[in-house]
Structures are given as structure tokens and as C-alpha cells.
Nanobody, 119 residues
Framework: QVQLVESGGGLVQAGASLTLSCVAS????????MAWFRQAPGNEREFVAS????????EYTDSVKGRFTISRDMTKNTVWLRMNWLKPEDTANYYC????????????WGQGTQVTVSS
């Protein structure tokens, strides 16, 4: 059974930092790309960042480039999202995701962790 368990969300002021964690089980973590998505109330879920297995290549949505960093530890089956210089528009429920098949859509999801940034 696949499980993705996120933690690390919270309520912070604009300009602060948070680090989200996602521990994966039930997948071959070392072979799996991992990603973070977020969903704000009334909005569709949107891609935030991803990290591949090959050379740890990363990708970010434009609005978080230079502020967020995704990383992973193969020995701990964990992926992190370090978020610096948070803005109120970063407020959302953040989800960890993994594809069922490498190269496929992200179909495994965690339960989400809420990030709220006050102005």
C-alpha cells in the first residue's frame, strides 16, 4: 500500500520560512520522481515543484523560483520542500505526489499539509 505522509505546515507571517516533509512508503522511492502540488480554496490544484531521480533534476513553477527548494534523501524515503520568503499568495494545502509509473501522471497523493501565510 502506497503512503505519502506530509508534515511541516503551519501559520506564518509573510517573509518567513517553512520546510515541508513527505515520507513515502510502498513505492520504490529511488526510482520515483516526486513532486509537490498545492491547492488554495476555490482554485484548482497546481504544480509547485518536482525532483527526478536522475541527477536530482528539479523543476519549479515560476511563482516559486528562487524562493522554494525541493530535495530528497534516498536513504530516508523523504522529500522536502524548503519555502523561503513566503507570501500570502502561497497560502494553500500542499500535497506530496508520486506517479504510479515513471513518466506517468502523478496519481499517488498524500493527505496534504496546510500552509497559511498572513500579511
Amino acid at each position: 500500500q502506497v503512503q505519502l505522509v506530509e508534515s511541516g505546515g503551519g501559520l506564518v507571517q509573510a517573509g518567513a520560512s517553512l520546510t515541508l516533509s513527505c515520507v513515502a512508503s510502498g513505492i520504490t522511492f529511488r526510482n520515483s520522481p516526486m513532486a509537490w502540488f498545492r491547492q488554495a480554496p476555490g482554485n484548482e490544484r497546481e504544480f509547485v515543484a518536482s525532483i527526478m531521480t536522475y541527477q536530482g533534476l528539479t523543476e519549479y513553477t515560476d511563482s516559486v523560483k528562487g524562493r522554494f527548494t525541493i530535495s530528497r534523501d534516498m536513504t530516508k524515503n523523504t522529500v522536502w520542500l524548503r519555502m523561503n520568503w513566503l507570501k500570502p499568495e502561497d497560502t494553500a494545502n500542499y500535497y506530496c505526489a508520486a506517479p504510479k509509473l515513471v513518466g506517468g501522471k502523478y496519481e499517488y497523493w498524500g493527505q496534504g499539509t496546510q500552509v497559511t501565510v498572513s500579511s
